[in-house]
Structure formats: C-alpha cells, structure tokens
C-alpha cells in the first residue's frame, strides 16, 4: 500500500494575510500540482488556506473533496519557535535542536502523530495536500520518517511517499 502526502508551505504573506505577490505565486504553483487529491488540508491559519484555495485555483481541476482545517499542523509554542530560531539564526531543524532540543522532539512527535492520521485515512494510492508552516512541515516528516529535510521555500514543499519504507523527495 502507497500512499502520498505532499506538505506544502504557504506562500508568501504579510502577517496572515497573502501579498499580491504571494496570491501570484500560489496560483502559478497550482497549475503544476497534481490533478487529483483524496484530502486537502490547511492548517487553519488564514495565510495557509488562502495558500490552498489559490493551488486550487491555479488546479483548474475539480477536487471531489473539500478542504479541512487541521489545526494540529500549526505549533501551540509559535513564540519557542520564534525564540529559537533567534537564538540559532535560523536553518534546519539540527539549528534548532541544539538551541531547543525537548521543544524540536516534541513538536516532531505531535505533527507526526497528525501526518500519520493522514496517510492511514488515505485510500491505498490515495494523494492528500496539506498546506502549513515551515519549520512544523519539515518537523512533521521527522516525527513520521525520521529525517531532517532543508528547510521550505515559500510554496514549496515535500512529498512523503508511505509505503512500508517512507521516503521524501523535495517539490518546487
């Protein structure tokens, strides 16, 4: 059984709300994603679901799913976050693990245990596209598969193949 969640990061954004350019840019991402998703999902925050109604958008492909807001793909502990990547000056989550380790293992646990929800309420072959926050996407692929990926880019993201090995390939 293989299943694929691809964890994206949205766009650009100024506080909550997407910059012109980021709407821009979230439209032009969608019509280069897949055409067939079995989950969408935000994770609640408004620049996130925007990020995902403009994929949709650019998709041009009618989804038969909605969209559902996950709020445990956003961090309950935004200001540790933000503290840490102060005290690290940013970079992968192995920065930040030498400034924060118990905050970096705990939140790799959690948003695993919310990635693992996802891929096991997938259809075998089944595809989801959850649309959150850097670093709690790369976290959320150490707490499932155990690998630190580079830090996302605006828009881009990873995909998590599930199938018994679990592996990640990095998107654009």
């Known amino acids: 059984m293989t299943r694929y969640v691809e964890l994206r990061r ?7 709300v997407l910059t012109a350019d980021g709407v821009r840019a979230a439209v032009e991402i969608g019509g280069r994603l897949n055409d067939h998703y079995d989950m969408l999902v935000s994770s609640g925050a408004q620049r996130a679901t925007q990020t995902l109604a403009c994929f949709l958008a650019g998709l041009r492909v ?11 793909f956003r961090s309950q502990v935004e200001e540790r976050w933000f503290a840490a990547a102060r005290a690290c000056g940013g970079g992968d989550l192995g920065a930040f693990r030498a400034v924060d380790v118990e905050l ?42 155990g690998e630190v990926v580079a830090p996302i880019a605006k828009g881009a993201g990873v995909l998590v193949i599930a199938d018994g090995v679990n592996r990640v390939e990095m998107l654009r």
């Open 10 to 16: 949205h766009t650009a954004s100024d506080g909550d």
């Open 62 to 72: 009618r989804q038969e799913c909605g969209v559902t807001v996950d709020p445990r």
């Open 104 to 145: 970096v293992d705990d939140e790799a646990r959690r948003l695993g245990e919310a990635l693992r929800g996802i891929v096991d309420a997938l259809p075998d072959g089944g595809r989801a596209l959850v649309v959150g926050h850097s670093p709690m996407q790369e976290a959320a692929v150490l707490g499932l598969v």
